[in-house]
């Protein structure tokens, strides 16, 4: 916990030095003009091959169509680069490196009465899990086509990505996913069910109720208000997940013992 409340704290710092040190960072300056791994609609909108694809496939418009195609190529980038992690994470997870970072996790000091290097292995898993980050803020910005700092926020990209592993199960690399899925669908659905929730709750109320003008504006904050009650009803009923750790006899002897 401590080391947590550590990290952030740290993190918040170094994120403060960036952005109002302009000679060092160029501060909160926007980077435009990234190019991207996947061909630009308006390339697409020209060519002849995907003109004939579109009609091939019925589309109605073909900007529409070259925004589709655009994407589906993002989501095949993205289950290529997520697989290649999966498949690194699994292996390192199952090696003699994998189990002395999992001792390490569960007692510190028993690992390091053993010979472990503890502050070393902190530091690579924080080294690990800034690469990880770092590819995946790659993908994002040339999705978008710019980076703008002040469009990240820590509640968006700090809390949210919390509650994705918690739900998931912190201990388990297929759970984080589950949990990234299950919580960036409510995220994006949340705003849309909170209009459609308060309109209906309302409705006896009359369109000039100030009340009911008051709750209508405000759904856009049922997301939050939803993200807090799933993290606290997962800690409170499944404080391990969707999908444990999974432990087998002997590690669960040891560790009751």
Known sequence: DYLAIATLGISEIIIAIIKYEEWLSRGVKNVTGIPRPVPY???????????????F?????????????VKLCYAVLFVIVLAIIMWFAERALKSPWGRMMRAIRDNRDAAAAMGKDVKRRHLQTFVLGCAVCGIAGAMLTTLDGQLTPTSYIPLRYTFLIWVMVILGGSGN???????????????????????????????????????????????????YLMMGAILLIVMRFAPKGLIPEATNRSTAMTRSS
């Open 57 to 69: 496939f019925g589309a109605a418009e073909i900007s529409d169509a070259a925004s589709l195609f």
């Open 173 to 223: 690399n297929w759970g984080s996913i589950l949990g990234g899925f299950i919580i960036w669908f409510l995220w994006v659905e949340a705003e849309p069910f909170g209009n459609w929730f308060m309109s209906t709750i309302t409705a006896p109320l009359g369109e000039g109720s100030e009340l009911a003008q008051h709750l209508v504006a405000g759904a856009a904050y049922m997301r």
């Open 41 to 55: 609609e308006v390339d697409l909108i020209e060519s002849e091959w995907f003109i004939s694809l579109a009609n």
